[in-house]
């Protein structure tokens, strides 16, 4: 069985602040763990993951994420917002290929 | 990189008729096809496991009789909302597997009127 629990439906930040989203997984097995970002009426766009091998990831967009097996947690994190990370953002685990999503984030991005 | 394809990328059909949605994976062969369905601020969830040359695997809760699953090749996954209700009316994403990772395709949103 596998899940995930994302700290926090709602993160609003201020254009060029750090950006953290919580993310923290339940698996039986070891997990593949993935951020994804949905724009509006879009589809998902992958911006990490993790598959056992570097435990901080760096993805697309400056954006990069620690995988902390002790703590269960995979937070996602961009040292310097920009206005057009404003998205829903996604984690999920997955397991041969069948994915298990958090309830996501949306981030607001202020001028 | 690899890439799934939906079609179509959006449709709008009255209530009671059927709606097919096809799911391709463009230059990888994939045994295993999934079904999301995301209602709208909500997140995805998983409808259904979808095998090429075998019977999908349903989660619970979702109607097999209702969503109809056909992967009859290794490329293509359709499904197929049959008597379709307004209730229906969500954003239905497919992903592909491929040895090495999993892709998703770009979501098909249905509106049932």
């Known amino acids: 069985a596998q899940s995930v629990t994302q700290l926090g439906s709602h993160v609003s930040v201020s254009e060029g602040a750090l950006v953290l989203l919580r993310c923290n997984y339940s698996s039986s097995v070891p997990p593949y763990l993935f951020w994804y970002v949905q724009y509006p009426n879009q589809g998902l766009q992958l911006l990490l993951k993790y598959t056992s091998a570097a435990t901080l990831v760096k993805g697309i967009n400056g954006f990069e994420a620690e995988f902390k097996k002790s703590e269960t947690s995979f937070h996602l994190t961009k040292p310097s917002a920009h206005m057009s990370d404003a998205a829903e953002y996604f984690c999920a685990v997955s397991h041969a290929g069948k994915s298990t999503f958090g309830d996501g984030t949306t981030l607001t991005v202020k001028p | 990189g690899a890439v799934v394809s939906q079609h179509p990328s959006w449709v709008i059909c009255k209530s009671g008729t059927s709606v097919k949605i096809e799911c391709r994976s463009l230059?990888?062969?994939?045994?295993?096809m999934f079904w999301y369905r995301q209602f709208p601020k909500q997140s995805l969830m998983l409808m259904a496991t979808?095998?090429?040359?075998?019977?999908?695997?349903?989660e619970q809760g979702v109607e097999k009789d209702k969503f109809l699953i056909n992967h009859a090749s290794l490329t293509l996954s359709t499904l197929t909302v049959t008597s379709a209700h307004p209730e229906d009316s969500s954003f239905y994403i497919c992903?592909?597997?491929?040895?090495?990772?999993?892709?998703f395709g770009p979501g098909t949103r249905l509106t049932v009127t």
């Open positions: 230059d990888f062969q994939a045994t295993t």
């Open positions: 992903s592909a597997r491929s040895p090495q990772e999993q892709y």
């Open positions: 979808s095998n090429e040359g075998s019977k999908a695997t349903y």
